[in-house]
């Protein structure tokens, strides 16, 4: 009989261990995921808020060509 239990300990030990290795890789990964998004939308709001700089709000003709000078420059 304690065979049979030392078996079955063993295996729910394994299986346990298992999905616990699984799951701490799960949330490092979740996290990874998270930082690298939070990365890239900073990056992509400092490119937006750069050309909103440069191309302006276009109120004044002033604005407006010097955002078309911009724009063909990147052509």
């Not at 065979?3 to 300990?9: A, G, K, L, N, Y």
């Not at 030990?13 to 930082?35: C, I, M, T, Y």
């Amino acid at each position: 009989m304690p065979f049979r239990w030392f078996v079955s300990i063993a295996a729910l030990s394994g299986a346990a261990f298992a999905a616990k290795v699984w799951l701490d890789g799960a949330v490092e990964r979740r996290d990874e995921n998270a930082q690298r998004a939070e990365r890239e939308a900073a990056e992509r709001q400092r490119r937006n808020d750069a050309l909103m700089d440069v191309y302006g709000d276009r109120s004044s003709l002033a604005a407006l060509e010097q955002a078309v000078k911009f724009y063909e420059k990147k052509q």
